[in-house]
């Protein structure tokens, strides 16, 4: 099976500007989530779609949204970037339950400017 | 609340000789637990999880991991190191009916030839 593949891999953007990250779930994989990761901050939790709804939410502000597609890809979006948005974005899949592992994309590196 | 300790950012070890990475949580009910793997500028891979059943759990590339119920730890081991082991690991946390992970800060693993 082909993994979790995330688009663009590398993005530059200014402040104010906003962007769009996608990611491709293994096949089969319905449950989506995303994760910031920073040299700060580590690996911090944005949400989780399944089934095209948003089942779990970290503590991110309103700026940071996503969705789900019917095919289970999901995007996620931030608007009006702040410098501290620059991170390594991850994606991570897995089947559906609490117990599967989740797999990771090799993630988008957002810079901003 | 759910939370994962790594109480270590930094192990270094000699090639050759046992590497152990802490892990500790603090989670309501029954925990699931995983170990992930990160190389420099790649996404996060899956080495092992403790669901339930034996508390010795072996996982890839010679990793295994000790669920100890009454310290509340979940270390990483592997008897002899390599040098391609040097990487960062993660720890991570789930919990029955909860599809949110919560991940430790990350250990960064040194192995010296």
């Known amino acids: 099976k082909a993994g979790v593949t995330q688009t663009p891999r590398y993005l530059i953007k200014t402040r104010g500007q906003q962007v769009t990250l996608s990611c491709s779930p293994i096949?089969?994989?319905?449950?989506v989530s995303w994760y910031q990761q920073t040299p700060g901050q580590g690996l911090q939790f944005l949400f989780e779609?399944?089934?095209?709804?948003?089942?779990n939410k970290g503590n991110f502000p309103g700026r940071f949204s996503g969705r789900q597609f019917s095919n289970s890809r999901s995007e996620m979006n931030v608007s009006t970037l702040e410098l501290g948005d620059s991170a390594l974005y991850l994606c991570?899949?897995?089947?559906?339950?609490?117990?599967?592992?989740?797999?990771f994309g090799p993630g988008t590196r957002l810079t901003v400017l | 609340a759910q939370s994962v300790a790594q109480p270590e950012d930094q192990v270094n070890v000699a090639e050759g000789n046992p590497l152990t990475v802490k892990c500790t949580y603090s989670?309501?009910?029954?925990?699931?637990l995983f170990w992930y793997v990160q190389y420099p500028n790649r996404g996060l891979q899956f080495l092992l999880k403790?669901?339930?059943?034996?508390?010795l759990v072996k996982g890839s590339y010679g990793f295994e991991a000790e669920f100890n119920k009454s310290q509340t730890s979940f270390h990483l081991k592997k008897p002899s190191a390599l040098v391609s082991d040097s990487a960062l690991y993660f720890c991570?946390?789930?919990?029955?009916?909860?599809?949110?992970?919560?991940f430790g800060s990350g250990t960064k693993l040194n192995v010296k030839p």
């Open positions: 991570a899949s897995k089947p559906a339950g609490p117990t599967d592992t989740q797999y």
């Open positions: 096949s089969g994989h319905r449950s």
């Open positions: 779609y399944f089934s095209e709804t948003q089942r």
């Open positions: 989670v309501s009910g029954n925990p699931y």
């Open positions: 403790y669901i339930t059943g034996d508390n």
């Open positions: 991570a946390v789930g919990r029955n009916n909860f599809n949110k992970f919560y």
